[in-house]
């Protein structure tokens, strides 16, 4: 294990990152030199990369136990922060443990015990509670989205887990909204504070009202997205049901879009940024949850489709589009009576009428029935699409590698064909199904 750990110079090579941006270079400083860190700084910063240098610099490579616990309030983030840390490449194993996938996956996974753990509060305390693993190696603990996974609901079992952490001396808080009061049972003494919220940033960030004749916003959203074009976006609703009312009128209207909120499955959720991601679909129709910790680009615009009740909603849902230097619009989207929170301030109303040059749907996504525990690599999956799928190289999209299988994006017409061509054909030593997902 020893040889195989990468200075920081190495790592951000990997990463093909040139040089860390000024609040992650003063945050692992900061995190190396102190016990107890508040890291403020807006979505979008790289607060992920800023905690894990210094996280990765710490461990122990001659440890056979967990030794750093990251507790996160949702899987997207659980599965995110997991990506971003394999990708360093750093020679650790790191593992991310959440609900919604089966205990059994799990089970499997922590028999090779990661130095690094990451978790949603109520899967860590289950595991915790089978002794599954020992805790009294844990000396850092990580709570990344601190604001929202100290919420009331999680107190219960957040307490629970950091109580059973006896060997614990570095403490690590991350979020993008401050003003959150945090509880004695976190034990976080004289925490040095590095706050990028106010003063250090300019904002690039442009609001603009569109107002709706009527109370149903149905029609003036169509408007709106056929005046932005084809640009992906997000769409904020407040209910599950409001995203099963708008998703039925934008099918109708043939506007290719996913759906993500946390009635879903965990597959069905994976899958809707998947094919957010690879460009299948052009807008994500989500609730809060899209608004912090999932794996997606840089928008260049979020639509509230319904008003968030409170500010730090607001907050989080602005922070997907215009993050670090790029510039994005947030369309506040109201029915002529409708009366703004005092958080929202009056912006400037824009005219719709005039539309955008629209383009239909044109990437579709195939699902390949294998992954990187069969020995698969993209590359094998490219090789198969270019030889036996007869497509050229301008014709493949993204293709997203899992552990037990793939996604592939290719044009829409000719999907059926190349289902047809693939389905049940040999990848490397495996027999693959191929469907349109």
Known sequence: ??????????????????ALNPMQEEATSVIEKNNNTILLSPTGTGKTLAFSLPLLKSLDPESKNIQALILVPSRELAIQIEQVIRSMGSGYKV??????????????ELKHIPAI??????????HFSNNRFSKDHIKTLILDEFDKSLEVGFEYEMRGIINQLPMLNKRILTSATQGVEIPDFVQLKEPRIINYLKGK???QLTFKTVVSPTKSKLKTVLELIQHIGNEPGIIFCNLKDSITQLSTFLERNKISHACFSGGMEQKDRERALIKFRNGTCQLLIATDLAARGIDIVEMK????YELP?????FIHRNGRTARV?????????????????????????????????????YWETLFISGG????????????????????????????????????VAIPLELANGLVEKLNNTRLKKKKVRVIIL
């Not at 593992?95 to 499997?108: E, L, T």
């Not at 009740?309 to 909603?313: L, M, N, V």
């Not at 230097?325 to 929170?341: D, F, M, V």
Request: glycine share 8%; with cysteine.
């Open 117 to 126: 753990l990451i978790g949603t509060p109520g899967r860590i305390a289950d």
């Open 95 to 108: 593992n991310a443990v959440y609900g919604g996938r089966p205990m059994s996956k799990d089970k499997i």
């Open 309 to 313: 009740k409170h500010e730090e909603e």
């Open 301 to 304: 615009y979020i639509i509230h």
């Open 1 to 18: 294990m020893a040889n195989s750990i990468k200075t920081q110079e190495d790592i951000l090579e990997k990463l093909q990152i040139e």
């Open 325 to 361: 230097n790029e510039k994005g619009t947030a369309y506040i989207l109201k029915w002529e009576n409708e009366r703004l929170p005092e958080f929202i301030k009056i912006s400037k109303g824009i005219n719709i009428s005039k539309k955008a040059h629209y383009k239909a749907q």
């Open 201 to 203: 940033r300019t904002s």
């Open 372 to 407: 990187r525990k069969d020995k698969i690599s993209k590359g094998d999956i490219a090789g198969l699409f270019f030889k036996k799928g007869g497509l050229s190289k301008d014709e493949l999209g993204t293709i997203e590698l899992k552990p037990d299988c793939a996604f």
